[in-house]
């Protein structure tokens, strides 16, 4: 008897696997969705906010773009529509942008080499639909060998604001590069790369150097075989910031160890971790106090199918946010519930499909408390 359930639990979940595949094997491609917003009033209850619809062509690429708004008298009016167009090959080549009475007032062209590279962007301003000025805000050059050799990009006032350069070797291999900004907003930035290679031409090396305000920032990458990142280093003026491992099974990377704390993160905790700690000593009480000594730890448990269930994120043995997930029977994420036991905060965002697992209904709430609702209704392509 427990065989013949064993039996019969394993087949179900093999046509189960089987028609989740066949469902995402022949979904079918959209040509248009449509996204309603609502938001609570004062009264709590859920009003109609804003509108937008998108339009797609057969390369699966934005052609129509549209956007409304609730007015003073409640009705829902055209704020922008922009439209787009691709050549043959489906490269993008050109937006037209209206405003909410339809007329023209700004306009993107982009121009394409022989070597498949954008070359040139133009950002033509209209006065009432009429044409009032052309703006180069990119450009792409090529040296005598046909290798990229400077892009440049420009304000719409003609002002280069950001340029990069790229040198080569003897074997007409990348050896060395530079990149510099110029942002109004925050300082002036020069990052320079040089690359090492065997003699087969594989990179095996990389240091980029970041200079902002006088301060240096480095890192050192080194890779293996078919140009994997395997090991990486960071620092800052001079000194070790973190040292990262990968480990590869089969090509793919399998695990991110950091050495220093000898902690085993995702790849994407591996990039955001950084960002995490100082937005988190900025904000706690307790890390201020204890800023040299304090011990940072994110748990994170899996289900079979590799999915977060749950992420745990604690400051010496004090839990301070807890977040799970739960999944539909084709691994679409349904529930996401954030506690954040520090500020007393609860958040949930639940989300539902359509038949062609495309996400239909979105709802946010805070403190159980529904505070935003997102529908979407999706027109599909007929399959040919």
């Given at each position: 008897m427990h065989k013949?359930?064993?039996?019969?639990?394993?087949?179900?979940?093999?046509?189960?696997?089987?028609?989740?595949?066949?469902?995402?094997?022949?979904?079918?491609?959209?040509?248009?969705?449509?996204?309603?917003?609502?938001l609570a009033n004062d009264a709590g209850e859920m009003t109609l906010a804003a509108q937008a619809k998108k339009e797609f062509n057969l390369f699966n690429k934005l052609s129509l773009l549209e956007e409304y708004k609730v007015n003073k008298e409640d009705k829902m009016e055209l704020t922008l529509q922009e439209k787009l167009s691709y050549d043959p090959k489906g490269r993008h080549q050109n937006?037209?942008?209206?405003?909410?009475?339809?007329?023209?007032?700004?306009?993107?062209?982009?121009?394409?080499?022989?070597?498949?590279?954008?070359?040139?962007?133009?950002?033509?301003?209209?006065?009432?639909g009429q044409q009032t000025s052309v703006a180069i805000t990119y450009l792409l050059e090529y040296n005598s060998e046909g290798q990229k050799e400077q892009e440049k990009f420009f304000d719409t006032d003609g002002t280069q604001i950001k340029g990069k350069t790229w040198f080569y070797n003897s074997q007409k291999?990348?050896?060395?590069?530079?990149?510099?900004?110029?942002?109004?907003?925050?300082?002036?930035?020069?990052?320079?790369?040089?690359?090492?290679?065997n003699n087969d031409g594989d990179l095996t090396q990389s240091v980029t150097t970041e200079k902002v305000n006088g301060k240096e920032f480095r890192r050192d990458i080194r890779y293996f075989s078919k140009n994997y990142v395997i090991e990486w280093k960071t620092f800052i003026e001079g000194k070790l910031e973190s040292h990262f491992f990968n480990e590869y099974r089969d090509s793919v990377i399998i695990r991110t160890t950091r050495q220093n704390k000898r902690e085993v993160l995702t790849l994407e905790e591996a990039a955001k971790e950084k960002e995490r700690i100082?937005?988190?000593?900025?904000?706690?009480?307790?890390?201020?106090?204890?800023?040299?000594?304090?011990?940072?730890?994110?748990?994170?448990?899996?289900?079979?199918?590799?999915?977060?269930?749950?992420?745990?994120?604690?400051?010496?043995?004090?839990?301070?946010?807890?977040?799970?997930?739960?999944?539909?029977?084709?691994?679409?994420?349904?529930?996401?519930?954030?506690?954040?036991?520090?500020?007393?905060?609860?958040?949930?965002?639940l989300k539902e499909y359509d038949d062609w697992g495309n996400l239909s209904r979105q709802i946010y709430k805070k403190n159980d408390k529904m505070i935003k609702e997102d529908r979407y209704t999706y027109e599909y392509f007929p399959r040919d």
């Open positions: 013949e359930k064993s039996t019969f639990f394993i087949l179900t979940l093999l046509l189960s696997i089987c028609f989740s595949f066949s469902t995402n094997a022949q979904k079918l491609q959209i040509k248009s969705i449509s996204h309603q917003q609502l937006t037209l942008k209206y405003n909410g009475e339809g007329i023209l007032h700004a306009e993107l062209k982009i121009y394409w080499d022989e070597y498949n590279n954008k070359s040139k962007v133009e950002q033509i301003k209209y006065d009432d291999e990348i050896s060395k590069s530079l990149l510099w900004i110029d942002n109004y907003k925050e300082p002036r930035k020069e990052i320079h790369t040089t690359y090492k290679r100082e937005k988190r000593t900025s904000k706690s009480p307790l890390a201020k106090k204890n800023k040299d000594t304090d011990i940072f730890v994110t748990n994170t448990e899996y289900d079979a199918y590799g999915n977060i269930l749950v992420t745990t994120q604690s400051i010496n043995d004090k839990v301070l946010t807890v977040i799970q997930y739960s999944y539909d029977d084709y691994g679409n994420q349904t529930k996401l519930l954030k506690v954040d036991k520090e500020n007393e905060v609860k958040e949930e965002t």
